[in-house]
């Protein structure tokens, strides 16, 4: 990558990250009205989707966390019509994907069959170009993320929340049972 390249990529990043809070409040204000505009069966599909990617385990998944809303305010309310239009196509493009793989729809696909999926899915991904859109599957996997960890169940149930943090310690005993304070670790 040529410097002009990488100084143009971290601008646009950190023009993203100032911006982003703002446009992402703005859309998530209008949650209702937007997913009241989307088909129902969309949504249901989407939150498969996310809930095949972080089930309910000792902690509540995807769906309790209602992340498929989430992704989808933030498609319809952030992303840019091209790219939404892009998201939406490639959404439905998986679910045939799906039904030709596995001979069936990803809604009635079993557990097992939905991992295989994503696992090819995840592959697929790592073949295709860097240099136009992003991958279907990893952008998902990305918005679920972000979303379970910004919902009030990942931040409180799945992370160890402090809503008023303390002092620093130093030495502070961690084990495999001592929970991440943010979703970075």
Not at 33 to 59: F, H, Y
Not at 114 to 140: C, M, N, S, V, Y
């Amino acid at each position: 990558m040529l410097r002009r390249e990488a100084l143009k990529k971290v601008a646009l990043l950190l023009g993203g990250i100032s911006i982003a809070p703002e446009l992402l409040a703005k859309a998530l204000a209008n949650g209702p009205a937007t997913l009241a505009k989307l088909p129902a069966d969309r949504l249901t599909l989407l939150a498969e989707m996310a809930d095949t990617i972080l089930p309910d385990t000792d902690t509540p998944g995807a769906k309790a966390a209602k992340v498929h809303e989430f992704i989808a305010i933030v498609v319809q309310d952030c992303f840019p019509p091209e790219e939404r239009d892009t998201f939406w196509t490639k959404l439905d493009a998986a679910d045939k994907q799906c039904a030709t793989m596995q001979g069936k729809g990803f809604l009635d696909c079993t557990a097992e069959q939905r991992i295989a999926f994503f696992t090819a899915l995840q592959a697929a991904a790592k073949t295709e170009q860097a240099d136009g859109p992003p991958p279907f599957f990893p952008l998902l996997k990305n918005l679920t993320i972000g979303g379970y960890f910004s919902s009030e169940i990942g931040a409180t149930q799945a992370l160890a929340f402090d809503p008023i943090p303390g002092g620093w310690i130093p030495d502070m005993p961690v084990d495999a049972n001592t929970k991440a304070w943010t979703p970075m670790f």
